[in-house]
């Protein structure tokens, strides 16, 4: 059964940074794009990152690139995601998912998420 | 990217039938025949429902049926049920290893 497991969320105030991780269970690991989708309280979803099994390909939503930085590792079967100069905007519960092992035209399974709330 | 447009709610009595709809654009539903649907209970992961437009995964009621015409995907649940009530999303391929979702369709059953 497919895990994704994340972690990291918390209360972060305006300009700060945080790194959020996804435990993975899914093998093998480097054959699976992984993504990260968001959904501000109360709001729909937003796509935001996704990134190549072997972490050649990485692409973002405009609302993130330049802040956001998203990586692997597959030794640990986790993915990670940095977010710098956090914005009030940014508060959303950030859910990691996997693409189907052939191709990466929808999100096969989807982690529970984790909270992030930027605020003063 | 902007989102695309779903109905805010829609309602149906249990057994019925209810549709959703999503409209999108030339440069993301229109284009390409990569639309998805998923399902998201309060407090839940969302779940996959439909795939490339009309695409049933393994384990999803055949209750579950979807298509698309021009810029507009559509999704129907037939035979309505309680376990239904739910949100649902739909979501596009939008060009350069891009994704947009929709606004979000609050399904409730009366």
């Known amino acids: 059964e497919v895990q994704l497991v994340e972690s990291g969320g918390g209360l972060v105030k305006p300009g700060g940074s945080l790194r959020l991780s996804c435990a993975a269970s899914i093998y093998p690991f480097s054959s699976y794009t992984l993504s990260w989708v968001r959904q501000a309280p109360g709001k729909g979803l937003e796509w935001v990152s996704s990134?190549?099994?072997?972490?050649?390909?990485?692409f973002y939503a405009d609302s993130v690139r330049g802040r956001f930085t998203i990586s692997r590792d597959s030794a640990k079967n986790s993915l990670y995601l940095e977010m710098n100069t956090l914005r009030v905007e940014d508060t959303a519960v950030y859910h990691c998912?996997?693409?189907?092992?052939?191709?990466?035209?929808?999100?096969?399974?989807w982690g529970q998420g984790t909270l992030v709330t930027v605020s003063s | 990217q902007s989102a695309l447009t779903q109905p805010a709610s829609v309602s149906g009595s249990p057994g019925q039938s209810i549709t959703i709809s999503c409209t999108g654009t030339?440069?993301?539903?229109?284009?390409?025949?990569?639309v998805s649907w998923y399902q998201q209970h309060p407090g839940n992961a969302p779940k996959l429902m439909i795939y490339e437009v009309n695409k049933r995964p393994s384990g999803v009621s055949n209750r579950f049926s979807a298509s698309k015409s021009g810029n507009t995907a559509s999704l129907t649940i037939s035979g309505l049920q309680a376990e239904d009530e739910a949100d649902y999303y739909c979501?596009?391929?939008?060009?350069?290893?891009?994704?947009?979702f929709g606004s979000g369709t609050k399904v409730t059953v009366l």
């Open positions: 998912a996997r693409f189907p092992i052939l191709g990466e035209s929808y999100f096969e399974s």
């Open positions: 030339s440069s993301d539903v229109g284009s390409y025949n990569l």
């Open positions: 979501c596009s391929y939008a060009g350069r290893r891009h994704f947009v």
């Open positions: 990134i190549s099994g072997s972490s050649r390909d990485i």
